[in-house]
């Protein structure tokens, strides 16, 4: 083969490999901050997929939430601890993350018609490097509730394997009263969805 005949088979493995860094690339960045997955990768967490996309696991065979403390957004403090024996509705955003500014008035309408009933939300800020980045999406989107402000993504690491998948913001869990982990969405949710999340999470005695 000449030099001249090999030249072109080079081009296009680069090409080629061009191609598929590109791929990769932008697959990264759907999965960063889309409609988020269904999957939180390996582990045993007891959930089941319904055909709504949300994932449930039946009473008793919950894993437990971790500790989840600390500093939040507008600079109080949070202890998700402190919240058993309501059901907390825990909400991983990022204002970089268009899903989010597209479901965070469903979760602030949710919230303000819920918490009279023992629904707690309360919000884990991720991805932002700069705190005043996450007051500003509050602030705009008229969210009351408390947010934890996690911009390395360490309490969201604090789950058991299989959980969440890190890459797959907004992300939301329902705890039951015990603190057991009752269902989860990898997704961005609409008003509808969040409640019938919420609903029979709520009902249990």
Same mark, same amino acid.
Not at 2 to 14: E, G, H, I, K
Not at 84 to 91: D, E, F, H, P, T
Not at 129 to 149: C, D, R
Not at 191 to 200: I, N, T
């Given at each position: 083969m !000449? $030099? $001249?005949?090999?030249?072109?088979?080079?081009?296009?493995?680069?090409s080629r490999a061009a191609l598929a860094a590109l791929a990769a690339a932008a697959a990264l960045t759907v999965s960063a901050c889309g409609s988020g997955g269904t999957s939180g990768g390996g582990g045993d967490t007891n959930f089941v997929m319904g055909k709504d996309g949300i994932s449930t696991a039946? =009473?008793? &065979?919950?894993? $437990?939430?971790?500790?989840?403390?600390? =500093? #939040? /957004?507008?600079?109080?403090? /949070?202890? /998700?601890?402190s919240f058993?024996?309501?059901?907390?509705?825990?909400?991983m955003w990022g204002s970089w993350c268009a899903p989010c500014r597209a479901e965070a008035r469903n979760f602030e309408t949710v919230y303000r018609d819920l918490k009279d009933e023992g629904v707690q939300f309360v919000g884990i800020n991720t991805r932002d490097?700069?705190? &005043?980045?996450? /007051?500003?999406? &509050? =602030?705009?989107?008229?969210? #009351? +509730?408390?947010?934890? +402000?996690d911009p390395t993504g360490k309490l969201m690491l604090r789950f058991k394997k299989g959980t969440l998948n890190p890459q797959a913001?907004?992300? !939301? *869990?329902? *705890?039951?009263?015990?603190?057991?982990?009752? $269902?989860?969405s990898l997704a961005a949710l609409s008003?509808? =969805?969040?409640?019938?999340?919420?609903?029979?999470v709520l009902a249990e005695k």
């Open positions: !000449t $030099a $001249a005949s090999r030249a072109p088979l080079r081009s296009n493995r680069r039946k =009473k008793g &065979e919950r894993a $437990a939430a971790p500790d989840l403390s600390g =500093k #939040t /957004v507008d600079g109080g403090q /949070v202890d /998700v601890a058993k024996g309501k059901v907390v509705v825990l909400n490097t700069s705190i &005043e980045n996450a /007051v500003a999406f &509050e =602030k705009q989107q008229g969210i #009351t +509730y408390p947010s934890l +402000y913001v907004p992300s !939301t *869990l329902v *705890l039951d009263r015990d603190g057991g982990i009752a $269902a989860r008003e509808e =969805k969040l409640r019938k999340m919420v609903a029979p």
